[in-house]
Structures are given as structure tokens and as C-alpha cells.
């Protein structure tokens, strides 16, 4: 059975930082692309970060380029996502998702249709 389980959500102030991290367990399929979603009240789920199987390929929305850094150690076989610089605006549900079919080793997308498991998500809320 597949888990994916985030954590590191929290209350941080404007221009702080907090560093999610997630853990996929009973994944057997390999490679796997993942992604970082967000979704604040009233608002669509947004992809906001998404890493290739390699690590080599990994890619930033607009909304977090510049701040949000997405990294993966296959030793401990965990996701990051360090976010510094926090806006008022990144306040939102954030989820972990994996790609267990990706078109290759290099691929990764902001398609939530493309993601074969989810997290259930961890809480950012950012205090102006």
C-alpha cells in the first residue's frame, strides 16, 4: 500500500522560512517524478514545484521561483521543499504528490492528472 506523508507545515512570519519534507513508503515502482502542490481557500490546487526521477530536471511556478527550493535524498528516500522568504500569499494547504509513469528519467510536470498518489497534505500559514 502507498503512503506519501508530509510534514514540516506550520505558522512562520512574513520573510521566514519553512522546510516541508515528505516521505513516499510502499512505492515499488521506480523512476517516480513528485511534485509539490498548494491549495489556498477558495482557490484551485496550483503545482508549484516539481523534481525529474534524476534529480537533474526540476521546475518552479512563477509564484515561487526564486524562494522555493525543491530537492530530493534518495538515501532516505524523502522530498523537500525549503521555502524562504515567505509571503502572506504561500498560505495554503501544500501536498506531495508522486508520478509513478513518467515519460522519462528527466520529466516532471505541474499536471495534477499526471500524479498517481497524494499526500494528505500539511498546513503553511504565513502571519503578515
Known amino acids: 500500500q502507498v503512503q506519501i506523508v508530509e510534514s514540516g507545515g506550520g505558522s512562520a512570519e512574513a520573510g521566514g522560512s519553512l522546510k516541508l519534507s515528505c516521505k513516499p513508503s510502499?512505492?515499488?515502482?521506480?523512476?517516480?517524478?513528485m511534485a509539490w502542490f498548494r491549495q489556498a481557500p477558495g482557490k484551485e490546487r496550483e503545482g508549484i514545484s516539481c523534481?525529474?526521477?534524476?534529480?537533474?530536471?526540476?521546475h518552479y511556478s512563477d509564484s515561487v521561483r526564486g524562494r522555493f527550493t525543491i530537492s530530493r535524498d534518495y538515501g532516505l528516500n524523502t522530498l523537500y521543499l525549503q521555502m524562504n522568504n515567505l509571503e502572506p500569499e504561500d498560505t495554503a494547504m501544500y501536498y506531495c504528490a508522486a508520478d509513478v509513469d513518467p515519460r522519462n528519467n528527466e520529466y516532471c510536470s505541474f499536471s495534477s492528472g499526471e500524479y498517481d498518489y497524494w499526500g494528505k497534505g500539511t498546513q503553511v500559514t504565513v502571519l503578515s
Open positions: 510502499g512505492l515499488t515502482f521506480d523512476p517516480f517524478a
Open positions: 523534481i525529474s526521477w534524476s534529480g537533474s530536471s526540476s
